[in-house]
C-alpha cells in the first residue's frame, strides 16, 4: 500500500494550493481518506476527511469555508484544495486512508489512531 502527496510549495498569505494524494495497493473505495498536519513543534492534527464516496466530508474549525477536500475514485486520488492560506496553515501535510467496513462504511475519523496507512508528507510554508 503506498499513498503519495504532492502539491505543496511556498505560497503567500490569501494565496492557494492544491494537494493530491494518489493510493496504490488498496480497493480505494473500501477507504476514507484523510489529511492531516503537523507544524514545528506541535502535535499533528486533523484538517478534512471525507467518506469513502466523497458524499460526507468533515473539517477542522479553521479551515471551514477555506479548504475543500474531495476524490476521484476513478483515479484513486484524494484533494485537498487550500484557498485563502494563513501563515498558521504552515505545516507539512499528511494524507492517510482508513479501512472502513459494511458496518460504518460512511464514517469519517478524525484521530490518527484510526488510519491505518499514511502518505509520506507535503510541505506548505506560507509567508506573510
Known amino acids: 500500500v503506498q499513498l503519495q502527496a504532492s502539491g505543496g510549495g511556498l505560497v503567500q498569505a490569501g494565496g492557494s494550493l492544491r494537494l493530491s494524494c494518489v493510493a496504490s495497493?488498496?480497493?480505494?473505495?473500501?477507504?476514507?481518506m484523510g489529511w492531516f498536519r503537523q507544524a514545528p513543534g506541535k502535535e499533528r492534527e486533523f484538517v478534512a476527511g471525507?467518506?469513502?464516496?466523497?458524499?460526507?466530508?468533515t473539517y477542522k474549525d479553521s479551515v471551514k469555508g477555506r479548504f475543500t477536500i474531495s476524490r476521484d475514485n476513478e483515479q484513486s486520488t484524494v484533494y485537498l484544495q487550500m484557498t485563502n492560506l494563513r501563515p498558521e496553515d504552515t505545516a507539512v501535510y499528511y494524507c492517510?486512508?482508513?479501512?472502513?467496513?459494511?458496518?460504518?462504511?460512511?464514517?469519517?475519523?478524525?484521530?490518527?489512531?484510526?488510519?491505518?496507512?499514511w502518505g509520506q508528507g507535503t510541505l506548505v510554508t506560507v509567508s506573510s
Open positions: 492517510a486512508a482508513d479501512r472502513r467496513y459494511t458496518s460504518d462504511k460512511n464514517g469519517i475519523p478524525s484521530r490518527g489512531s484510526e488510519y491505518d496507512y
Open positions: 495497493g488498496v480497493t480505494f473505495t473500501s477507504y476514507a
Open positions: 471525507i467518506n469513502w464516496n466523497g458524499a460526507s466530508t
